[in-house]
C-alpha cells in the first residue's frame, strides 16, 4: 500500500494535519477514530438534554397534582425523552461510537470498509436529529409516546411530522452502519484473524449490525406510512378507514424488539472484554459467547409480539409470543454464567471499568428478571403499561447499555485520549450514580405492582410514597453522572498522559499500537496466530 | 502529494466488499417491501372480496407490458455488464441506454395508469374510494404506496444509470474496474425482483 | 402481593411469585458469587490466575437447566392466564365504551353510568369499545387489562369479583392529554344491592324528575359524559373550547373553509354536539371531538344549556 | 488488486433467460383466466416465486458469485417469511 507514508507514523490521529484544519478537520474527516469521537460527541449533548427531561419527569411526579409542568409538557416530555434515549442514544450508541473507533483496531485493519459511506453515516445522523428537534418550530413537540400508536399518532393537534421523519433518516445512518461494519468484518481482518480468533466485541457488532441491516427498514417504512397516513390519508392503520391499528403495533415492534437487542449485544460485547483483562484470566467459554449472541439475534426476531399481550391478539399468538420470548432470555443466562466463570480463581485488577462492568451484570440480571415476569402471560396482564416495564426497561436500557457505555469509556479512555482520568474521583462518580440508580428506578417496580400505570402525568395519592423515593434517587444520581463526566472531560484534557501502549494489559490488537493510535493505526499490518484473550 | 494531506485515512480497492455491500443493502430493501406485502397479506385475507373487485379495476394489459419492458430492461443491463467485461465499450453504452429508455418508458406508462385511477376519482382519501368501502380503500392506498415507491426507485434508478453512463463515457468504469455498473445493475434487478411480486397480487388474482 | 379481588387473582399471582422466587434465588446467588469473587481472588490476594480450559458439559448444563426452568414459568404464566380467555357463555353483560377522556358504561336494560357496577361472585362481561383512539381497560385489583380498539368489533373481556367494595379503573394506554384523568371506579356490590341499582329505572327516565334544578343536572352531566375533560369551566383552555364568559357572546368559526362569526346559541350548541366538525372554533382542530348523537337526548342538551347560561359573562 | 477472476455470462445466457422469464410471464397472465378459486392465488405466486429465483441467480448472478451471497439471500428469505408466518399466529387465530 503505497498510501502509507512516513511524515503520517507516530503522528496520533488527534493530533495530524490534513487537508482541512480545526473544526473541518474533524466533521469531514473520513478517519474512523474521529467519526467515532465525533458521535461520541454529538451523543453527549443529546444525553444530557434528554436526561434533564428525565429529571423534570420526575420531580414533576414528586407530588400528585401539577408540581412544574402542565399535562401537555410532561407528554411532551416523555415522548422527546424516549425518541432521543432511542433513536439517538442507544440504538447508534455503542456500535457508532467504539464500533467506529475499535472495530478496525481490534481485526488489525487500516479502516473501515467504506470510510466515506462512514462519514456520511454521521452526517445524515445529524440531519436527522435536526429533523426530530425541528418539531419545535413547526407545530410543536410531538405527544405521542415514542412508540407512535395508530391511530393516536394521526389524531394529536400536534404537528408529527418532523419527528416521525427525523426518525425515518436516523434509520438510514444506522443501517450505512451496519453495512459497513459487515463487510469490514467480512473482508479486513487481519491475516491469521479468523472468525474464531475474533475478539467479543467485534463479534457482538457483527449480530448487532445483521440486524441493524434486517430492522430498520421495518421501521422505515412503518413510520413513512404514518407519515403518507397524516398527510394523504392512505388509510392503512386508520380504522375509521378500514385500517388496522393492531397491525401497525406489529410492524413497530417487529423492528422495535430487535432494536432492543441492537442496545445490547455490543454492551455485553464490552463486557466480554474488560472482565477477562481485569481478571488476567482466558475469557471462559469464547464459543458459547458468540454464539449465544448469534442466537439473541436471530431468535430476537421472533418475539416482537410480547409487547402486545393485552393489545387484543389473538390467543394463539400470545402464547407463540410468550413462548419464543422465554427462548430468547436463555442465551442471556449463558453469558451471564459464563462471565462470572471468567472471574472465578482469576487474579481481579479492582479497577473503574472493572466496577462499571461488575455493576452491569447486576442490573442487567435484575432487568432481564424482570423480562421474565411481562414475558409471562398472567403477570403480563397486570403489569403490562405500568411503572413496572418502566422499570424493566431503564434497568435493562439504561443499566445494561449506559453502564456497558460507561464502562466501555473508562476502558479504553487512555487509548483514545493518550491520558488517564483521575480514577478516585471515577470510582466516587460510580458509587454515588450506582446507589442512585437503584433508588430511582427499584421503587418504580413497586408502583407497577400496585398498578400505577406509565404514561401518567398524575397519579392517586396511594402512589406518592414510592415517587418520592424515585425522585430524589434521580437527583442523587444526577449527582453522580455529574461527577463522572466532568472527570472524563477534564481529564481528556488535562488528565495525567499516558504513552505506553497497553496499560490495562490486554490482549487484543487494540492495545498492540501506539497510544493513541496513528492516522492509519499500524506501521506494519499485524499478523494474528492465537485465540484472543490468552493469558499464560 | 495529495495523497498525504488527504483525510481519507485509507482507501484500498475491494470490488467483492463492495458487492456484499450492495447485497447488504438489497437485502434492506427485501425487507422494506417484504413488510409491505406483509401488510397486503393481511388485508387481503381480512377483505378477500374487495381486493379480487380492486383487482378488476386494474388494467392487465398495461401491467402485463410494463412487466415485459421491466424484464427486458434487466437482461439489457445484465448484457452491459457482460459487454463491459469484454471490453466492449460502445456495445454496453448502447445496452445501458436502453435500459434508461425502457425506465423512462416505464414511468410514462404508470403515469397513465395512475392518471385514469385518479380522473376517475379513486385516489387516496377520495370521496369516491370512501364510499367503496373500507376494502377497496386499503386495497386501493395499498396500490399506490406500493406501487408509488416502486416507482420511487425506477426514479432512483434513472439516476444512477445516467451516473454511470457518464461514469463509463470518461472510462472511470472500464473492463477492470466495473463494480459500479455491477452494483447499479443489482439495485436495477431488485426493482424488478419487486414488481414480479407486485404485478400478480395487484392485476393478476382475482 | 397487593389487593386482590377477582378470581384471577390466585394465577396471576402464583405466577408472579413462581418467577420472582426463580428471579431472586439467581440475583442472590450469583451477586453473592461475584462479591466472594472479588473478595477471595482480588490481586492482593490472588496475585496469579490459574488459567481455566472450556467445559462443553458445563455450558451445556447452564443451558439445558435454564431452558426446563423457563418452561416451567411459561407454563404458570400460561396456566394463570387461560381462564382469561375464556369468559363463561352467561353472565352480566356489559359494555363499556371509551372515548378522550372518559368511560362510559351501558347495561342490557339500557341503563348507563359512568362507573361500573357490578354484582359480586357473578361473571361480568365487557365489550370493550373505543371510540376514537386506542385506550385500555385495567382494573389492577382484578388483575384484568385488555386494549380498547377502535375498529375491533369483538373484543371483550371478562372478571368475577370476589370482594365487595370500589376499585381503581384506569386507561393504561396512552391517549392524549388527559390520559392520567382517564380514570374511573368499579364498585362491587352484594348481589341484592346491585339488582336494585339495576333496576332503578328513575336514573333511567328519559324525563327529568319534576322540578329538579336543570342547570344543576346539565352541571352533573357535562361531568359523567366527560366534556369537561375538554372544555373547562374556569376559563383554561384546554383541548376544545372553554365553556366560561361563552354563552352570548360571538364566536368566529370556519364552516367548509369559510370563517364567520355565529352567535354562541341554542342552535349553536346543539350543532357542535351533534356535528362538531360543521362549524370549527377558530383556533381548534377538528375531528378532536366526537359526536354525541344518539348518546345525548335533547332533553339532555337542554339542562347543558341550562347551566352553560349561568356561566355567561 | 483484490480482483479475483470474475464468471462472464454470455450474451445468449442473458437471452434464454430473458425468454423464459417472458414465457413465465405469459403462461401466468394466461392461467389467471382459469377459475380454480384460492389456488389461483398460490399458482401465481409459485410462478412469481419461479421467476424471481431465475432473475436472483442468473441476471443477479448469485449462481457464479460467492456462495455467501446465496446463503445471506436465503436468511433472509427465511427470516422474512417466518415473520410473515408469526403474524398470521394473531390474524388466522382472531
Ligand atoms: C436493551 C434493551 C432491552 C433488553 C436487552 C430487553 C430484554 C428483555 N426484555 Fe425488554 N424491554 C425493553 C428493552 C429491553 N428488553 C424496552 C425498551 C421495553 C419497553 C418498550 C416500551 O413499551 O416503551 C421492554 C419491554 C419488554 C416487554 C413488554 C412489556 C410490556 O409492555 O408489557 C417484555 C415482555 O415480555 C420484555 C421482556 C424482555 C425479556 C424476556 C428480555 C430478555 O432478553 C432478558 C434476558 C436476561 C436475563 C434472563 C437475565 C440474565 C440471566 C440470568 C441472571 C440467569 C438466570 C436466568 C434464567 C434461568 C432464565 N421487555
Ligand atoms: C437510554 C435510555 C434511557 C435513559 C438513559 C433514561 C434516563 C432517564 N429516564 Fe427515561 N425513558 C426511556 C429511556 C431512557 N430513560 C424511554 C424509552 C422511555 C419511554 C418513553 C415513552 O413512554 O414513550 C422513558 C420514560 C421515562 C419515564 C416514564 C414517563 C412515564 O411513563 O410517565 C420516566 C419517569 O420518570 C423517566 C425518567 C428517566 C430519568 C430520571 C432518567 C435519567 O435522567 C437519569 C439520569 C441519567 C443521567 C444523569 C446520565 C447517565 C449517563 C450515562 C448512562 C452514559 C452517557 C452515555 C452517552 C454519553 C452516550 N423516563
Ligand atoms: Cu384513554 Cu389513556
Ligand atoms: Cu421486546
Redesign the pocket.
Known amino acids: 500500500m503505497s498510501e502509507t507514508n512516513t511524515t503520517n507514523q507516530h503522528v496520533s490521529f488527534l493530533k495530524y494535519q490534513g487537508k482541512y484544519k480545526g473544526l473541518l478537520g474533524w466533521i469531514l474527516s473520513t478517519d474512523h477514530k474521529r467519526v467515532g469521537l465525533l458521535y ?1 460527541y454529538t ?2 449533548v443529546f ?1 444530557s438534554t ?6 423534570l ?2 420531580l414533576e ?1 414528586i407530588a400528585p397534582g401539577m408540581t412544574i409542568m402542565g399535562p401537555q409538557t ?1 407528554n411532551a416530555m ?2 422527546v ?2 425518541i432521543i ?2 433513536f439517538i ?2 440504538v447508534p ?1 455503542l456500535p457508532a ?1 467504539f464500533g467506529n473507533f475499535f472495530l478496525p483496531l481490534m481485526i488489525g485493519a487500516k479502516d473501515v470498509a467504506f470510510p466515506r459511506l462512514n462519514l456520511l453515516s454521521w452526517w445524515v445522523y445529524v440531519i436527522g436529529i435536526l429533523t426530530v428537534l425541528s418539531s419545535q418550530f413547526i407545530g410543536g413537540w410531538p405527544d405521542t ?3 407512535f400508536y395508530a391511530p393516536y399518532s394521526f389524531r394529536t393537534p400536534v404537528n408529527i411530522l418532523p419527528a416521525l421523519f427525523g426518525a425515518f433518516i436516523l434509520g438510514f445512518s444506522s443501517i450505512l452502519t451496519g453495512i459497513n461494519f459487515i463487510v469490514t468484518m467480512h473482508r479486513m481482518r487481519c491475516p491469521g484473524m479468523t472468525w474464531f480468533k475474533m475478539p467479543l466485541f467485534p463479534w457482538t457488532l457483527y449480530a448487532t449490525a445483521w440486524i441493524q441491516v434486517l430492522a430498520t427498514p421495518v421501521i422505515g417504512i412503518t413510520l413513512l406510512l404514518t407519515v403518507m397516513e397524516r398527510v394523504m390519508g392512505v388509510g392503512i392503520f386508520n380504522p375509521a378507514m378500514g385500517g388496522d391499528p393492531i397491525l401497525y403495533q406489529h410492524l413497530f415492534w417487529i423492528y422495535s424488539h430487535p432494536a432492543v437487542y441492537i442496545m445490547i449485544l455490543p454492551g455485553m460485547g464490552v463486557i466480554s472484554e474488560i472482565l477477562p483483562v481485569f481478571s488476567r484470566k482466558r475469557i471462559y467459554g469464547y464459543k458459547a459467547i458468540v454464539l449465544s449472541s448469534l442466537a439473541i439475534a436471530f431468535v430476537g426476531y421472533f418475539v416482537w409480539g410480547h409487547h402486545m399481550f393485552t393489545s387484543g391478539m389473538s390467543g394463539r399468538a400470545l402464547y407463540a409470543f410468550s413462548f419464543l420470548t422465554f427462548l430468547v432470555a436463555i442465551p442471556s443466562a449463558i453469558k451471564v454464567f459464563n462471565w462470572v466463570s471468567t472471574m472465578y480463581k482469576g487474579s481481579l485488577n479492582l479497577q473503574t471499568p472493572f466496577y462499571w462492568a461488575v455493576s452491569f451484570i447486576f442490573v442487567f440480571m435484575i432487568g432481564g428478571l424482570t423480562g421474565l415476569v411481562l414475558g409471562s402471560l398472567a403477570t403480563n396482564v397486570h403489569v403490562h403499561d405500568t ?1 413496572f416495564v ?1 422499570a424493566h ?2 434497568f435493562i ?2 443499566g445494561g ?3 456497558s ?2 464502562a466501555a469509556l473508562h476502558y479504553w479512555f487512555p487509548k483514545m485520549f493518550g491520558r488517564m482520568y483521575d480514577r478516585t474521583w471515577a470510582n466516587t462518580g460510580w458509587v454515588i ?1 450506582f446507589s442512585g440508580f437503584l433508588t ?1 428506578y427499584l421503587p418504580m417496580f413497586y408502583l407497577g405492582i400496585l398498578g400505577m400505570p ?4 398524575d397519579y392517586l395519592p396511594e402512589f406518592h410514597g414510592g415517587n418520592i423515593i ?1 425522585s430524589l434517587g ?1 437527583i442523587a ?2 449527582a ?2 455529574l461527577i463522572v463526566f466532568v472527570n472524563l472531560i477534564r481529564s481528556s484534557r488535562h488528565g495525567e498522559k499516558v504513552t505506553e501502549k497497553n496499560p490495562w494489559g490486554g490482549r487484543t490488537l487494540e492495545w498492540q499500537t501506539d497510544t493513541p493510535p496513528t492516522l492509519e493505526n499500524w506501521e506494519t499490518e499485524p499478523t494474528v496466530t492465537e485465540q484472543p484473550y490468552e493469558y499464560k | 502529494m495529495e495523497k498525504i494531506t488527504e483525510h481519507t485515512a485509507h482507501v484500498h480497492r475491494d470490488d467483492e466488499g463492495d458487492k456484499l455491500g450492495m447485497w447488504l443493502f438489497i437485502f434492506t430493501e427485501l425487507l422494506l417491501f417484504g413488510m409491505l406485502f406483509l401488510i397486503y397479506a393481511v388485508y387481503r385475507y381480512k377483505n378477500p372480496v374487495a381486493f379480487q373487485l380492486g383487482g378488476e379495476e386494474l388494467d392487465v394489459f398495461l401491467g402485463t407490458l410494463n412487466t415485459v419492458i421491466l424484464l427486458i430492461s434487466s437482461a439489457t443491463v445484465a448484457m452491459s455488464i457482460t459487454a463491459m467485461q469484454k471490453g466492449e465499450k460502445t456495445k454496453a453504452l448502447i445496452l445501458l441506454g436502453t435500459t434508461l429508455f425502457i425506465a423512462v418508458v416505464f414511468l410514462i406508462n404508470k403515469w397513465f395508469e395512475w392518471g385514469a385511477k385518479i380522473d376517475y376519482g379513486l385516489y387516496p382519501n377520495s370521496e369516491n374510494l370512501l364510499e367503496l368501502g373500507h376494502g377497496t380503500t386499503l386495497f386501493f392506498g395499498l396500490y399506490y404506496v406500493m406501487s408509488g415507491i416502486h416507482a420511487l426507485h425506477i426514479l432512483i434508478g434513472i439516476g444512477l444509470f445516467v451516473f454511470v453512463y457518464r461514469q463509463i463515457m470518461v472510462n472511470k468504469i472500464n473492463k477492470t474496474d466495473y463494480v459500479w455498473l455491477e452494483n447499479v445493475g443489482l439495485y436495477w434487478h431488485l426493482v424488478d425482483l419487486i414488481w414480479i411480486f407486485l404485478f400478480p397480487l395487484f392485476y393478476l388474482i382475482h | 402481593m397487593i389487593l386482590g379481588a377477582s378470581t384471577f387473582v390466585e394465577g396471576v399471582d402464583n405466577a408472579f411469585i413462581l418467577i420472582l422466587a426463580f428471579s431472586f434465588f439467581f440475583l442472590i446467588a450469583i451477586t453473592g458469587l461475584i462479591i466472594y469473587f472479588i473478595w477471595r481472588y482480588n490481586n492482593k490476594r490472588n496475585p496469579k490466575a490459574t488459567q481455566i480450559k472450556d467445559s462443553i458439559s458445563l455450558e451445556l448444563t447452564w443451558t439445558i437447566i435454564p431452558i426446563f426452568l423457563v418452561l416451567g414459568m411459561f407454563y404458570y404464566g400460561y396456566v394463570g392466564w387461560i381462564p382469561m380467555k375464556r369468559p363463561p357463555e352467561e353472565g352480566l353483560k356489559v359494555t363499556a365504551n371509551a372515548r378522550m377522556w372518559s368511560f362510559s358504561f351501558q347495561y342490557e336494560n339500557g341503563r348507563t353510568s359512568d362507573k361500573l357496577y357490578v354484582p359480586v361472585d357473578s361473571a361480568v362481561i365487557i365489550r370493550l369499545n373505543a371510540l376514537d383512539v386506542l385506550h385500555s381497560f385495567y382494573i389492577p385489583a382484578f388483575r384484568v387489562k385488555e386494549d380498547m380498539v377502535p375498529g375491533l368489533t369483538n373484543n371483550r373481556t371478562w372478571f368475577e369479583a370476589t370482594k365487595t367494595g370500589t376499585y381503581n379503573l384506569f386507561c393504561t394506554e ?1 391517549c392524549g392529554l388527559q390520559h392520567s384523568y382517564m380514570l374511573s371506579e368499579v364498585v362491587v356490590m352484594e348481589k341484592e344491592e346491585f339488582k336494585i341499582w339495576y333496576e332503578d329505572t328513575t336514573a333511567v327516565a328519559a324525563v327529568a324528575p319534576e322540578g329538579a334544578n336543570m342547570a344543576l343536572l346539565g352541571r352533573q352531566l357535562l361531568q359523567s359524559k366527560g366534556c369537561i375533560a375538554c372544555h373547562s369551566l374556569d376559563g383554561r383552555d384546554l383541548v376544545g373550547p372553554t365553556y366560561k364568559d361563552a354563552w352570548g357572546t360571538m364566536v368566529n368559526v370556519v364552516t367548509d373553509g369559510q370563517s364567520r362569526q355565529v352567535t354562541y346559541d341554542d342552535e349553536y350548541v346543539i350543532r357542535s354536539i351533534y356535528e362538531p366538525d360543521y362549524d370549527i372554533h377558530e383556533g381548534y382542530r377538528p375531528g378532536q371531538m366526537l359526536s354525541y348523537e344518539g348518546e345525548l337526548s335533547d332533553q339532555d342538551i337542554e339542562m347543558i344549556i341550562e347551566f352553560l347560561k349561568t356561566l355567561a359573562p | 488488486m483484490s480482483q479475483e477472476k470474475q464468471h462472464i455470462s454470455s450474451y445468449t445466457s442473458h437471452f434464454v433467460v430473458l425468454i423464459t422469464l417472458i414465457i413465465l410471464t405469459g403462461i401466468s397472465v394466461a392461467v389467471t383466466r382459469v377459475e380454480m378459486g384460492p389456488l389461483n392465488t398460490l399458482v401465481a405466486m409459485i410462478i412469481a416465486g419461479a421467476k424471481a429465483s431465475v432473475v436472483l441467480a442468473w441476471f443477479m448472478h448469485l449462481k457464479f458469485d460467492n456462495k455467501l451471497f446465496a446463503i445471506f439471500t436465503a436468511l433472509v428469505l427465511v427470516i422474512f417469511l417466518l415473520v410473515l408466518y408469526v403474524t398470521f399466529f394473531d390474524y388466522s387465530y382472531r
Not at chain 1, 434528554?50 to 429529571?55: E, N, R, V, Y
Not at chain 1, 406509565?454 to 402525568?457: I, L, N, Q, W
Open positions: 461520541l451523543m453527549l444525553f434528554a436526561a434533564i427531561l428525565g429529571l419527569m420526575k411526579l410532561y416523555f415522548t425523552h424516549g434515549m432511542i442514544i442507544v450508541g461510537v409516546g415514542w412508540t411503572h418502566v426497561f431503564h436500557v439504561f447499555t449506559g453502564f457505555f460507561m450514580f430511582l406509565r404514561r401518567y402525568y424515585s434521580a444520581m444526577i453522580g453522572i | 396512552y
